[in-house]
């Protein structure tokens, strides 16, 4: 049977409103779980979790910097700290309990942290790295995506070295991972095993249509599209499997980071935001970055990240 085209979701305007004011340094990571939103403000080393008509998120602060992170199917956390990752027991209120270090990353690379992350659609989990020091490149050694899984341990990806892994997401049946290197300005895509780890003709999916978005985080909604939150362009776009603009989706901050689709009827779509690398007038100009921004979308979109199998 043939699935329709996927069609434009954007109402007329395209115009994401304000969810919840934050003022995060770098929030990232945005998913739906267990009726709320979760995410991370990556330099303010802090779990963040909200349900919609409350005032406030729930935060619980960490003793490093979180990049990314899953929930598991036991109700615990898989955390990706800058060099490590833990699993963590939190409680209702989001107080952290028990912190178990499960595997170092790169602990002999000073240069590299923990960034971009999500499971595959078989719980295991898969990030990436990006490069830290001051020239922010791709070196051979470092910046890598990896695989995650207590049954394997850690297992690196044969994928190139990059200065700033993002974009991680998988196809609606797992076989297509999608990634990025920021700074390339273009998503790739490749063949992806979950139970091997391996990978395979690596291609471009897409490219920026303008010179000042870059790449952050991506998802992909029902329809097997992808949605890419634009770091500086101050937007969320959509394209259809072949790598085709549908629509775009702006905000009124330019670092636009992370997108999701969730809400009870998963027909919500959210973003993250983040104050970093905006000077003084900038922040005057969009004194809302750093907060979550949204809408509704006119049907439901959204499919839930598998839970780490722990």
Request: glycine content about 8%; charged content about 25%; some cysteine.
């Amino acid at each position: 049977m043939t699935r329709p085209a996927p069609r434009p979701a954007t109402t007329a305007e395209g115009r994401l409103e304000l969810a919840l004011p934050q003022a995060a340094t770098l929030g990232e990571g945005l998913l739906w779980q267990a009726g709320r939103w979760w995410w991370t403000d990556i330099e303010g080393a802090t779990l963040f979790a909200w349900r919609p008509g409350s005032e406030a998120p729930q935060s619980c602060r960490l003793p490093d910097r979180l990049g990314s992170f899953a929930h598991c199917r036991s109700g615990r956390v898989l955390l990706g700290l800058a060099k490590r990752l833990c699993l963590a027991t939190l409680g209702d209120d989001l107080a952290l309990g028990q912190l178990q270090t499960m595997a170092p990353v790169d602990a002999a690379e000073p240069r590299t942290r923990i960034n971009d992350g999500r499971t595959d659609r078989r719980g295991n989990f898969v990030f990436g790295t990006l490069n830290e020091a001051r020239e922010r490149r791709p070196i051979s050694t470092i910046a890598s995506f990896y695989q995650f899984s207590l049954q394997r341990g850690l297992r690196r990806l044969a994928l190139p070295a990059v200065a700033i892994a993002n974009s991680i997401c998988f196809s609606l049946d797992g076989r297509t991972m999608y990634f990025c290197d920021t700074l390339s300005q273009r998503i790739q895509q490749c063949d992806y095993d979950a139970d091997t780890a391996q990978v395979d003709n690596i291609r471009e999916f897409t490219r920026m249509d303008r010179p000042d978005a870059w790449p952050d985080g991506s998802i992909v909604d029902a329809e097997g599209c992808l949605w890419n939150a634009q770091w500086g362009a101050g937007r969320v776009a959509r394209y259809d499997p072949e790598g085709r603009l549908l629509d775009s989706f702006a905000a009124p901050a330019a670092h636009t980071s992370c997108p999701a689709i969730g809400g009870e009827d998963l027909d919500q779509l959210m973003v993250t935001t983040a104050r970093s690398e905006l000077g003084r007038e900038a922040l005057a100009a969009q004194p809302l970055s750093g907060s979550l921004f949204g809408l509704r979308l006119p049907k439901p979109l959204g499919v839930p990240d598998a839970l780490f199998e722990d």
